[in-house]
């Protein structure tokens, strides 16, 4: 009798043993607990760290035909045990008990999944559209489930992939030149790394140029002067030490002095017939709404040499606008003619409208210059620069453009219109292939209309939180869930959303004086293997 009921014992004991254990690998760790669709949880030992951002996968094989790897992004790491209430946070008595029952919760955000059909032989990346089994185990993402990204890159390289705080190397992050034109924004607190950003960038635009492979013409206003020879107090260098690829970039400075003393920069001109009456709204304070009118029928009249007439009899002639209106005016003109770039006979601006459709970076050096004048300057400079894309919008095969603005909460905030250039490049520009680059420290200064326009956005540390709340309302990926690792962001750390990428990458942005160190590198390394051919590059 005992032994059958232990035979029976036994029985019911091991039925109980096979039911409970679902996974038999002994460990609760670094296995999908919980919890929907939107969030997988897993614990780790309360001794061992993972980092927000960190990317883990989870291979769910138990579909026949399918392996799926689901990869997911940690967004929240907390203390939690098996205890119910306080009991292993209660400060009380001398110790802590019971390792084995704390632990650390990883909350991850799917990122997706990439299937592999064993029939197909197929290997693809979706959005993840289930859950993976309970108790998948949770590994951190190799190399190889990183490849496909490869794939999904432009030609543009920024930077490195980001894992956690981990550079994987292997995976360069590269923005794509054919969707420049759906406009860029750059946005990071001060100090956090837009300048490096906006060079590195540069600098692989020039690259692409001088190999003659350009679908981007770029250009750069530079009103602090650090972008042409970097800045010796800082230690930084700048585009013009990047030699080996001079032949894709031109220098304009507004510094007459840059000019002189470097071959490779020309004194800006402005011509007298590129100046539009409109154009010069931005370079002077508050206008009346009569001298607006004014000017808006001086425009009207469409009179290419309406500032030439000026110029020689000083006089201004507009009909039914009263003669105090036409004085201040006329004081205006006559300051801008003393401004020293403007110029009778000279204009640089066809010039730069060539270069642009070439494919080359153009850095406008506005050293020392007024805000008004450079904002002047970058307006005037985007509206022939749409004017003449404009005219050859049906031309499908012309090169893209961009308009990189620094400080851009001042041209985009949708105010009172005096400067809506930009805003209508913003709404419009697409069409006819010129994309605009806005640089801010305060996205939540962008007209949120104007901000929706953005599709690659470059998100470095933001500190505030309404300029990331604005950033998340208007990005086309949802950048909810990352709120907390952009305020962790490092100087140099990027989340970068772009068309084409399945999600927010995360990104190391290379220290511009390595990059082009490597450029030059790379350079010297495809000079030695050509040695022997004919290296072809496009002339200068
Ligand atoms: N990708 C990077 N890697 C390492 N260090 C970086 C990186 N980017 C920027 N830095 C460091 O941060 C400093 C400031 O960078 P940068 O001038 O680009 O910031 P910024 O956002 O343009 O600042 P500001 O708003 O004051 O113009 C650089 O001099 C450099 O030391």
Redesign the pocket.
Known sequence: MKNQLSIIGDDIGSNLLERKIVDKTKTTTYKIISKDVREFHFIIPYDERVELGQIFSIKDYSVKDDEITFLARVTDIQHDSNYDGKWDTTLKGTAFYDEDQIFNRVVAEPLGCITFNKKMGKKEFKKSKTIPLKFSEVEKASLDEFRFLTEKMGDLEV?YLRNGSQVVEEIGVKLNSEIMDHHMGVF?????????????FAASCMKKASMGESKLGLLLADP?G?YLMGSAK???KGLLHLSEYKNGLRCYSTNNKNAKENAEVETLKIGIRDINPTDILPLFGEWRPAQKEAIEIMDSENAADWLESFKENRELVIKDIHEKTIEVIKRRLNLLLRYSYIDEKNSSIDKIIKQLKEGKVILIDMEGIKERSELFLLSLLSRRILDEYQKDSLDNDKNTCLIAI?EAQRVLGGGDGSISGFEIIAREGRKFGVGLCA?T?QPKLVDKLLLSQFNTLVI?GLGDRNDRKCLEESAKQDLTTLDVEIQTLE????IISTLKVPFPIPV?????E?YIKQLKEQDKDLNRSSRGKKLVRPPN
């Open positions: 930077g990071a607190t001060t100090g956090m790394g837009k300048s490096n950003f906006m060079k590195v602090h650090e800082n230690n930084t620094e640089i420290q470095m100087k140099g750390e990027a190391t942005i290379h220290l511009y390595d």
